[in-house]
């Protein structure tokens, strides 16, 4: 599990790690959205989310690192992951 240094208080305590396929993502605050982007920047996912936890199927993804970007209200974090 990796949580997010982030200086903004909506991203507190946000964990994510990718297990079975999935991409996991839990928050302290509820999430609004997730968007997954290749490295090329393309977007791959998109997906709207209403709760403090979520997951993200990656099985139609390649092999490959990948960027999520997470909104939490107003705010925004993205990190990279492996698939």
Do not use: W
Not at 1 to 27: E, I, M, P, Y
Not at 63 to 69: C, E, L, R, S
Request: hydrophobic share 40%; aromatic share 8%.
């Amino acid at each position: 599990r990796q949580t997010l240094g982030s200086a903004n208080q909506a991203f507190s305590g946000f964990t994510h790690f990718v297990a079975d396929g999935q991409l996991n993502l839990k928050a302290n605050t509820a999430m609004s959205s997730v968007a997954i982007f290749d490295i090329t920047g393309k977007q791959v996912i998109s997906q709207k989310v209403t709760s403090t936890n979520a997951q993200v199927n990656l099985a139609g993804l390649n092999t490959g690192v990948y960027i999520a970007k997470v909104s939490i209200g107003s705010t925004q974090e993205a990190f990279k992951f492996v698939k």
